[in-house]
């Protein structure tokens, strides 16, 4: 879909809920068939996170995801119009919104479910904090190219991990009040490094680099995840910020950990890492 110009501009002119459905459908019904590698291992994956489910209740969780995954895709050509109440509600708004209105610089950390780019407009919209985001771009230069311009309008300055480290930092040290957006679930090595699933992992990627940022910069963490209810329509739950000041880094790891990983677990119908990933594989 991103690729795709003719299929993008359609899913634009189309209602932005008819959108995400076609969206959804597709990916269910066509992308799903073609990705069987994929598939095979989000389903192996999923009976090691959820084996309370039996193996009809998974297969019914691995078909929402597929939908989810569709929709995700096909709301990128839509993120302005989805970003209101009336599409997103927020977990104890008041007591989130004034979390928000904190006078230091704050590092918002998330993974890949329900829809993370809705998330981060959503929190542009919300706060007048300068926002800068962090993301690995795909492979495909094509999608890379219309993914930088898409996230570019509601997520300001867009950057990749790899060497950014200085940038990130002077955005938080200079400007007032200065936000960034992490996605800490990051795939290397046909492997997820965080959640951890209760494996001794220790903080790397973008998490590690967040965690030394923060100390430099005087930055709070505030971890949230936005899950998708019905159709086009979510939630974002948020963990109390965490403050580097207070807390070591095993302690904000923690908790980070506890309430992420939590995250991708319940709604691990949602969550895109499910089929990168291979955790009957040992982590090196």
Known sequence: MLSNPFLFT?????????????????????????MKLRDQRARANLAILRPDLDEGAREAMLTRRWFNLGRTMAELANVDRLVSARHVSITDEAAYREALGSARPMIFLTVHVGNWDVLA?????????????????PADPKQAAMLQRARQ??????I?????????????????????????????????????????LPPSGNLSVALRLARKAGARFLPFCMVRTE???FRIDWHPPLDPIALTDDQIMAQVDAFLGKACVDH?????????????APTA
Do not use: C
């Not at 899913?11 to 066509?30: D, K």
């Not at 960034?180 to 494996?199: K, S």
């Not at 691990?268 to 009957?280: G, I, K, V």
């Open 10 to 34: 359609l899913l634009r002119i189309l209602p932005a809920s008819i959108a995400s459905w076609l969206g959804g459908w597709l990916s269910a019904n066509i992308a799903r068939k073609s």
């Open 121 to 137: 407009a959503h929190l542009k919209a919300n706060t007048d904090r300068p926002p800068l985001g962090v993301y690995q771009p």
């Open 231 to 233: 159709g086009a329509n």
């Open 153 to 158: 309008s509601y997520m300001g300055e867009a």
């Open 160 to 200: 990749t991990g790899s060497a950014a480290a200085r940038a990130i930092l002077r955005h938080l040290s200079d400007k007032d009040r200065a936000m960034l957006y992490i996605l800490v679930d990051e795939r290397r090595e046909r492997q997820v490094w965080f959640p951890r699933f209760g494996r001794d």
């Open 268 to 280: 691990a119908d949602q969550w895109l890492a499910l089929h990168d990933m291979d955790l009957t």
